[in-house]
Every structure is written in structure tokens, then in C-alpha cells.
């Protein structure tokens, strides 16, 4: 069993900051690439951020230079570090990852609950 949990959103003003973590554990044999989406009411959920076992990201335009992906690969933890958030900011963040459990020979995308960030203006 393979479990993803969240943490660290919450209410933060325009041009705050929030840090969230996700933790993967488990019958984990290795973890590839770890993302962080998000999604509002209505709409698709979206990519923000990816991270490689190697340390290689990618962003979305909309949060360049204002978030950061990192990840301890020792810990199974990715971290996205948001500063200057904006009231679109505003969304459930979910944290993504492709592991390679120790009973399954091939590599599944597990998902977390999903952790709410507001910013108010």
C-alpha cells in the first residue's frame, strides 16, 4: 500500500507565502518524477510544478519565479515553496507522484488528498 499525504495550505494574504509537503510511504522500491497540480471549482486539473529523481524541473508559466519545487529523496518528501501568492493562486493543491511499489513490477501514478490554499486580497 502506497499512501501520499499533503500538508502545509491553508489562508494567506496577497504577497504571503505557504510552503507545502507531501510525504510518500509504503512498500515503495523507488519514486521517478513528483509533481504538484491544482484544481478549482469547475475546471481541469492543472500541472504547477514537476520534479525528476534527478533533481530536473519544469513550471508552469503562471507561478515561474514565484514557486519552487524541491525533493529529499532520502525522506520520500517534495516541497513546493510559494512566495508572492496571488489571489488566483487560490486553489486545492494535490501532489502527484510515480512510484515503483515493491509488489508491482511497473510504475503507477498515486495521488495525495489534496490540501486547500486560499489567498485573500
Known amino acids: 500500500q502506497v499512501q501520499l499525504v499533503e500538508s502545509g495550505g491553508g489562508l494567506v494574504q496577497a504577497g504571503g507565502s505557504l510552503r507545502l509537503s507531501c510525504v510518500a510511504s509504503g512498500s515503495i522500491f523507488s519514486i521517478d518524477a513528483m509533481s504538484w497540480y491544482l484544481q478549482v471549482p469547475g475546471k481541469q486539473r492543472e500541472l504547477v510544478a514537476s520534479?525528476?529523481?534527478?533533481?530536473?524541473?519544469n513550471y508552469a508559466d503562471s507561478v515561474k519565479g514565484r514557486f519552487t519545487i524541491s525533493r529529499d529523496n532520502a525522506k520520500n518528501t517534495v516541497y513546493l515553496q510559494m512566495n508572492s501568492l496571488k489571489p488566483g493562486d487560490t486553489a486545492v493543491y494535490y501532489c502527484?507522484?510515480?512510484?515503483?511499489?515493491?509488489?508491482?513490477?511497473?510504475?503507477?501514478?498515486?495521488w495525495g488528498q489534496g490540501t486547500q490554499v486560499t489567498v485573500s486580497s
Open positions: 520534479i525528476t529523481s534527478y533533481g530536473s524541473t
Open positions: 502527484n507522484a510515480r512510484i515503483r511499489p515493491r509488489t508491482i513490477p511497473l510504475p503507477h501514478d498515486y
